[in-house]
């Protein structure tokens, strides 16, 4: 086996899956160069390295992405999903129209007393006048 | 119900690829996904959450992307759950929607970059022009982050960045994530033969650049 078949080899190898024969041709091929040897080495080390990242990885802890994703479809679906948060944030906005109705309801009442009572006033005022006149 | 799924969501952490569940589990789940159960669908979010972050990350190699992505990921899974006819396992499904969303980002991001550049290369020619001297290239400067990041992770995860996606999807999902050639050939669907040529070339092409970083690094003041 030449250094390039066996450097074709390096993944099969590596993922054990080379037959027994092929093996021990790849493995004379590694002892006969020492840069080819040193090329495997690396490669196999690269690999462990990478394995180590995703053990790590797993120590790790990945952030929550419930809320988020939640969010996203409800805002997506126009509240028909996870409809709760919506229905309370939906609240504020239609509670403002009422509460303008009910503000308006409440100055017209306002007005229409205050009207009411100087009207009352006045008429009682013409009525003492009227009874005080000689 | 919350107990057994407290303790699924305990052992998806300290699995690999597949999240083990009793024997039913996973068909009931599947069910109750079609009929747009919210439980459900959070169930499936805090089982796999962790796993499809971490695999977008590592396709991505930003944590904000990532963490958008994998949103977008349980997104499209709530949306298309009734596509999935159970042929393969829930979670290869998900790994598929995953690795599909993580390629769209990529050539997004890759059209975007190009247009910067494009627009810095433009920026850089105009000042050249006006102040007369003309600079051999538009010389954008990259913030250096291999000084504080870990280095051998650091490494490692710029050399799988540069890798063109094709061949970087294979890595991540065989030497990071540790599938198998038949789960690898579930999530991306190329037969047994390209996808261990393909991987071959990409680990070859990782260990030749993580040796060019590393001598750039070693070689650093």
Redesign the interface.
Known sequence: MTSDEA??L???AH?G?IDAETKRAFELALAADAELEA?WK??TE??R???A??E???E???????G???A??RV?SRGR??RDRFASDASGKTMLPILLGVVMLLVIAIAWLTIHVVQVQDAAGETSSAADAP | MDATVEELERAA??AGFHVPMPEGYEEKLIERLKR?D?AAF?EL??LY??K???LV??MLGDKAEA?DV???V??TV?KSIDGFRGDSKLSTWLYRVATNHCKNRIKYLNRRARGQKKELDEIADRDAIESGTMSTSAQVHRPDDMATAKQ??SI??RALGELPDDQREL?VLR????MT?EEIQDVTGLPEGTV?SR??RA??A??KR??ELSGIRESAP
């Not at chain 1, 790790?60 to 419930?66: K, N, Q, S, Y």
């Open positions: 450097r074709e390096f993944s099969a993922d899956e090329e690396e490669f690269l690999l390295e990478a394995r990242i995703a790590e990885d797993e790790t802890d990945a952030p929550d992405l419930l988020g994703v939640q996203r479809l997506r999903f996870y | 952490s300290a747009r919210e959070n979010v805090r959450q962790g499809i972050f971490r990350f590592r963490e994998a949103q977008e349980f997104v709530f051998t992770e490692v995860q890595v030497d990071i994530e540790n050639y261990k991987l071959h680990r070859l990782l260990q993580v040796i």
